[in-house]
């Protein structure tokens, strides 16, 4: 009679390097690496084809990468539930092992039914924390210590060798077709796997990450210099603790490296490059953090007070014309074509384009959310739902920030060469203009003939917005609301070291003027 198995359900967690549930299965006796492509995931809202094609380049060399081990991964197509009952029923399970996961309601709600299955079996489920989010926590207070002391504990070495388990079908992994996923084209996506992950990570530390602080901001300068590794953290061909062990790594080599009368590179750039990245790995999981304390964050405004304030169903016109980079605002568009057919975008035009949506076009943020997270290759629900919250305003306690699309524009793409590459209607528009078309005397030959005039006034649109946001703040009520989601969810300083600002630009305030906290960032 043949031992029962336990089994390792990947997740989002696709390697087999500092890979906690398949390390300690392993120890256990006959195990069985598993992963289910459940079809009613990848037609949720959030989901999208793009996201599909990196897993499935992961999931290739997964199975590579077991194989050599001596099992290869196993796939199946269907309910997780109905994958492990036939396993059971098949060769028996001894216990079930995975990671913690902090994904949607979807998820939550499908990790709920295998606890379920798994208690009515007797079948222990046990799963291993992979990053900095604390599931039950109790308090923020020392959190970012504790993530310290969780990032230095040494990396999980993969298993020496998986005895083959025999007379069982691998199964394969589906194409988006067979999955009835939608054409989403995405040309210049980033590729997925591990290997892929292990070069951005050496490039972005050795060769490219240098101008890091200095250039992140900008669309163009950012797709080079920022590390690109967010697809393989969010999906877990990297894991957070090699990632950060090899920042802390580079920053002690640099420290090093400064000392020495013979340097050979420039070290004051990357110190402060790699100061600001590994300050960055942090935050991205107090952010996640976040939704693992509080899941109606996909869905209901953390501050109820905001609930209602934009219109549920969005302006179709505005929306439509936002997720086509269609506004008539270049910056914005070029940003959000560039996004279409790249799956990425740095950070502050993330952002913006967020802010554009919830401020100046004055949508609600649910449905822009499930458009961006369709187009991110990187979605993480963790991150992804406080992002879009915080940059709408309507967690009641961030700043309000209100970017001026066009002075975003004049600033990360002087030139206009970022806007002429992804909206080429506008590539006869002089430098001057080309952030604001509608200011050149031959606006005519362009607008309303090849790209569209405005759909806003994005500086009375943002006036607007910032009178309607602070009509809610004010009282005794908001205050209070607001004070206790501070305790609950804001960060404490202790063991995050700060990042440096850098110095503003002259004349980087000359913009909208918004009182009372509110910033429309230049």
């Known amino acids: 009679m043949t031992a029962p198995l336990h089994v390792v359900w990947f997740k989002r967690d696709l390697r087999i390097a500092d890979q906690r549930a398949l390390a300690k299965a392993a120890a256990q006796g006959p195990m069985l690496p598993l992963f289910v492509v459940e079809p009613a995931l990848w037609h949720q809202p959030d989901m999208a084809g793009r996201h599909w094609a990196f897993v499935a380049d992961c999931l290739a060399e997964l199975r590579r990468d077991l194989a050599a081990l001596g099992q290869p991964l196993v796939v199946r197509v269907g309910s997780v539930v109905d994958a492990l009952e036939h396993i059971h029923a098949d060769r028996g399970m001894a216990a079930l092992w995975s990671h913690e996961e902090t994904g949607n309601a979807w998820t939550y709600a499908r990790d709920r039914q295998v606890a379920a299955w798994c208690r009515a079996r007797g079948i222990i489920w046990h799963q291993e924390r992979q990053n900095g989010v604390i599931r039950r926590l109790a308090s923020r207070d020392g959190w970012a210590r504790r993530w310290d002391r969780f990032m230095a504990e040494p990396l999980t070495a993969p298993p020496p060798g998986l005895p083959p388990l025999a007379g069982l079908d691998p199964?394969?992994?589906?194409?988006?077709?067979?999955?009835?996923?939608?054409?989403?084209?995405?040309?210049?996506?980033?590729?997925?796997?591990?290997?892929?992950?292990?070069?951005?990570?050496?490039?972005f530390l050795i060769e490219r990450g240098r101008d890091y602080r200095r250039a992140m901001s900008g669309p163009a300068t950012g797709e080079t210099v920022c590390s690109r590794l967010s697809p393989h953290l969010a999906w877990g061909s990297l894991s957070a603790r090699e990632v950060a062990q090899a920042t802390w790594a580079r920053q002690r080599a640099l420290k090093e490296?400064?000392?020495?009368?013979?340097?050979?590179?420039?070290?004051?750039?990357?110190?402060g490059s790699m100061t600001s990245f590994a300050g960055r790995l942090h935050w991205r999981c107090h952010f996640a953090q976040k939704l693992e304390d509080e899941p109606r964050l996909e869905f209901a405004c953390l501050h109820g007070a905001y609930a209602g304030l934009r219109a549920a169903e969005p302006d179709r016109a505005r929306l439509e014309a936002w997720c086509k980079g269609e506004t008539g605002l270049p910056f914005v568009d070029a940003c959000m074509r560039a996004l279409t057919a790249t799956g990425w975008m740095n950070f502050r035009m993330r952002a913006m384009l967020m802010a554009v949506a919830s401020y100046h076009l004055w949508l609600d943020w649910r449905r822009p959310g499930e458009h961006l997270a369709r187009l991110f290759t990187d979605y993480d629900p963790g991150?992804?739902?406080?992002?879009?919250?915080?940059?709408?305003?309507?967690?009641?306690?961030?700043?309000?920030?209100?970017?001026?699309?066009?002075?975003?524009g004049h600033d990360q793409d002087p030139q206009g060469a970022f806007v002429r590459r992804w909206i080429p209607e506008l590539a006869d528009v002089p430098d001057a203009f080309?952030?604001?078309?509608w200011r050149w005397e031959a606006a005519g030959r362009v607008l309303d003939r090849h790209y569209p005039f405005p759909i806003v006034d994005h500086l009375a649109a943002a006036r607007e917005a910032r009178q309607k946001v602070w009509a809610v703040r004010r009282g005794g009520a908001y205050r209070a609301a607001a004070d206790a989601i501070q305790d609950k969810h804001g960060s404490r300083k202790s063991g995050v070291r700060p990042v440096r600002r850098p110095k503003q630009a002259p004349g980087a305030d000359d913009q909208l003027s918004l009182a009372l906290g509110a910033k429309e960032l230049p």
């Open 171 to 203: 199964g394969s992994i589906p194409a988006a077709a067979e999955l009835g996923l939608r054409d989403d084209p995405c040309p210049q996506r980033q590729r997925g796997g591990r290997d892929a992950g292990l070069e951005r990570l050496h490039s």
């Open 257 to 271: 490296a400064a000392k020495s009368a013979a340097r050979t590179e420039n070290t004051a750039g990357w110190r």
């Open 383 to 408: 991150i992804h739902w406080p992002q879009v919250q915080m940059q709408s305003g309507t967690t009641g306690i961030n700043t309000v920030r209100i970017y001026n699309p066009v002075k975003q």
């Open 434 to 437: 080309v952030h604001e078309p």
